[in-house]
């Protein structure tokens, strides 16, 4: 996999919505499954969203891995979970059995928290 990801190169469309205080709101394609266990029993129910917080400092230790290039894909998943909000049903380990398109989107989600706003040039 090219390890030089572009998350304007992931069409978005349809699939995020904006939060509240910057966050965003990744609805999912294929909605991932996750084990409850509460008073009346176990059961399973479907996550159809995702929510991800604005990064903050320390988020960005978890990029260090990303830089050498080794460990991509992996580093990402870290990056992606360290960002999911107010869902603590939502790990590593549950980011990584999401789909792979679903995947891709989260990412551009996340790394689009980087993007620059297009700058316009003058007519002049």
Known sequence: MDVDFDPSDVDLTDFVEDGEKGRKVLRLAYPIEVNITDGSGSHVEEVGHIEFRRPIARDLDLLDSLASGKAVMA????????????????????????????M?????????????????????
Do not use: H, W, Y
């Not at 891709?104 to 002049?124: E, L, Y």
């Open 104 to 124: 891709m989107r989260a990412m551009a989600v996340c790394f689009g928290f980087f993007q620059k706003p297009s700058q316009k040039t003058s007519d002049q």
């Open 75 to 102: 580093g990402s998943r870290k990056f992606v979970a360290a960002l999911v909000f107010g869902d603590n049903r939502i790990n590593e380990r549950k980011i990584a059995d999401m789909d792979a398109e679903d």
